[in-house]
């Protein structure tokens, strides 16, 4: 079992930035990848960015590229998400989530991540 727990939400004005953290603990040996995704008001939750643990290889949803950047510290078993020129747009609940490569989805799939966290707010206001 992995557990994860987010922090970093906020309130923010557009243009601005916040920065997510999420920690893991428990069985980390085994993690092969390490994403966030997002839940919005009336929507599904969506691929924001994901990172390979061992070699760092990094993906983003269209909507984020440039602005946002995903990172990882191995020695802290934590994931960031900076996230820079923020719009009311990105407003939603942002959930870290790991898996242990035992499910062939891609990086970009919901299905591919077996370990969620309980999610962070992020408000931008216009």
């Known amino acids: 079992q992995v557990q994860l727990v987010e922090s970093g939400g906020g309130l923010v004005q557009a243009g601005g930035s916040l920065r997510l953290s999420c920690a893991a603990s428990g069985r980390t040996a085994t993690t092969d990848t390490m994403g966030w995704f997002r839940r919005a008001p009336g929507k599904e939750r969506e691929f924001v960015a994901a990172i390979t643990w061992n070699v760092g290889s990094t993906y983003y949803a269209d909507s984020v590229k440039g602005r946002f950047t995903i990172s990882r510290d191995k020695a802290k078993n934590t994931v960031y998400l900076q996230m820079n020129s923020l719009k009311p747009e990105d407003t939603a609940v942002y959930y870290c989530?790991?898996?242990?490569?035992?499910?062939?989805?891609?990086?970009?799939?919901?299905?591919?991540?077996?370990?969620w966290g309980q999610g962070t707010q992020v408000t931008v206001s216009s």
């Open positions: 989530a790991a898996d242990t490569g035992g499910l062939s989805y891609s990086h970009y799939d919901v299905r591919r991540y077996e370990y």
